[in-house]
């Protein structure tokens, strides 16, 4: 069983940026990790993911230069770094897991563990 942990979020202006943070109770045999959001009313949705290992890296389109996705294997934690944020962008965040090697990346069922998810707000 793993457990995530996340922190970072809160109330910034459009044109700011935050950091979201991920730690992981245990990396041992993780095979990525992710983070998706979600706003009321709207499935959760992808927003990132970095395969543990190899370090590849996965964006949705709407965040591509403007956030990205890293990890530090020593801390087991994985990062968002959110640049530019819109208001668009508000949502309460996830950090995902799973220790298996998936192909659907951007599928909220590939994940096999989350967190309890940090709020992220944007004003304009």
């Given at each position: 069983q793993v457990q995530l942990i996340e922190s970072g979020g809160g109330l910034v202006q459009a044109g700011g940026s935050l950091?979201?943070?991920?730690?992981a109770s245990s990396t041992f045999n993780t095979a990525v990790m992710g983070w998706f959001r979600q706003t009321p009313g709207k499935e959760r949705e992808f927003v990132a993911a970095i395969r543990w290992s190899e370090?590849?890296?996965?964006?949705?389109?709407?965040?591509?230069?403007?956030f990205t996705i890293s990890r530090d294997h020593a801390k087991s934690t994985v990062y968002l770094q959110m640049n530019s944020l819109k208001p668009e962008d508000t949502a309460v965040y996830y950090c995902a897991a799973t220790q298996k090697?998936?192909?659907?990346?951007r599928s909220e069922s590939s994940y096999d563990y989350w967190g309890q998810g940090t709020q992220v707000t944007?004003?304009?």
């Open positions: 950091r979201l943070s991920c730690a370090g590849n890296i996965y964006l949705a389109d709407s965040v591509k230069g403007r090697w998936i192909l659907a990346i944007v004003s304009s």
